[in-house]
């Protein structure tokens, strides 16, 4: 039995009178950009995240970018961002001039490591007067982007802390974390800013793309909200430079609907992990997912670490099992970032993950024996070699 590693056809099944309710509400009244319906969902969205602001835009990506518009980020200044994650997360910075400076992550959680950003502050940073600045290139250190990744908040008590002492603005980078808890408050309402993506793979996944930033500042709100719209209020007059970068009527409509289910489907995510968690403990060099103490996740995936990585997808692919490697390679290696100077063994936890994980199917409409399918697979590996 095949056992893909995301079935969006099952899900769409379960609500697909409601989502054409909601398209057909779009239809009937012609207006596909902005309106009652994005109005509707940025409403829904800020109380889901216990948020005072949500604006929609185009992309997750946006969001990061939009985001680093409205705190003024300069070219030359820098960003502390992860050197594991979607490429989004650190590509923000460079698109406006700016300078990530990567930090390694933890081995647990895969998120940035506190310990880490301060050793990074401590040994290649300096404080002058108006703050936190890079001493290699003297470009101040204007902000943070913890990413929440897989589902799991990084430790924002601590980075929050560091951030403050700093004067860092926080932003988060929760594409894959709507709902996902860290001492009982929501991925979004730690930084001043925080940016979601409606990515149809993440947990609240739209039909194309969307995405949304939350602001805890009256303030941040406006200007992004002028940001989307070529940094226009009144229409046509621009008090700012912005862009074109708006959440679509048609998939806000569609994701009002997906969103009555997303506690749901969180909470069918967090038993299949359990599943999981319970039936590879201790199999083969398999390392299952931690979820720090005070840590709620809504496993956008479920990630795996084995030495044997390579090995073990090629066994689980022969199957019919939907496994894949995610990520495959490391920001501050990536060739567009030669030039940054990042050495092999420079963030050695970021490069182990990136040889040794692997994602297991975790979808919410995941059936009793496709678990058990992806189970026997893996332990299948084991035991024939
Ligand atoms: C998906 C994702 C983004 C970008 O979202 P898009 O909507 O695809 O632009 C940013 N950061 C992370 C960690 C993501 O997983």
Redesign the pocket.
């Known amino acids: 039995m095949p056992v893909p590693l995301l079935d969006l056809k099952a899900q769409f099944a379960t609500i697909e009178g409601e989502v054409r309710r909601q398209i057909d509400d779009v239809l009937s009244s012609q207006g596909f950009i902005l309106g009652p319906k994005v109005e509707e969902f940025e409403k829904q969205i800020a109380a889901y995240c216990g948020v005072p602001h949500a604006i929609g835009v185009a ?4 969001a ?1 970018l939009i985001s680093l518009m409205a705190i003024g980020l300069k070219p030359g200044e820098c960003v502390i961002t992860s050197a594991y ?2 490429f ?2 650190c590509g923000c910075v460079s698109r406006l001039g700016g300078r990530p400076l990567f930090c390694d992550v933890s081995l647990d959680t895969y998120n940035l490591d506190p310990a880490r950003v301060e050793e990074l502050i401590a040994t290649q940073c300096e404080v002058v007067d108006d703050g936190l600045r890079y001493r290699p290139t003297g470009g101040r250190v204007r902000a943070i982007i913890p ?1 929440h ?1 897989y589902g799991q908040c990084a430790d924002m008590t601590a980075l929050g802390a560091i951030a403050q002492r700093h004067g860092l603005t926080v932003i988060e ?1 929760a ?2 974390a709507i709902g996902a808890r860290h001492q009982g408050k929501l991925a979004c309402a730690f930084g001043e800013l925080g940016c979601l ?3 149809p793979s ?1 947990n609240l996944g739209g039909y194309g ?3 949304m930033v939350t602001t805890l500042s009256a303030e941040l709100a406006g200007i992004v909200r002028k940001l989307r719209v070529h940094g226009s209020s009144p229409k046509y007059y621009h008090p700012l430079i912005g862009m074109n970068s708006r959440l679509d009527a048609l998939q806000a409509a569609i994701l009002l609907a997906k969103l009555s289910h997303l506690d749901e489907w969180h909470e069918k995510r967090r038993a299949n992990a359990a599943y999981y968690d319970q039936h590879l403990a201790g199999v083969g060099d398999i390392a299952t997912p931690l979820v720090a103490p005070g840590n709620v996740s809504v496993y956008n995936q479920y990630i795996i670490r084995s030495a044997r990585r390579d090995a073990l997808l090629a066994h689980l692919k022969e199957r019919g099992i939907g496994a894949m490697v995610y990520y495959p390679h490391a920001l501050h290696l990536q060739p567009c970032y030669a030039d940054l100077g990042y050495r092999e063994g420079d963030m050695p936890n970021a490069e182990r993950t990136v040889r040794e994980n692997l994602s297991l199917p975790i979808y919410p409409e995941l059936t009793d024996r496709q678990k058990q399918e992806v189970v026997a697979g893996v332990k299948e590996f084991y035991t024939a070699r």
């Open positions: 992309s997750g990506s946006d990061l994650s979607f989004a997360s990413v990744l980078d594409a894959q993506s409606f990515f993440k793309d969307g995405g």
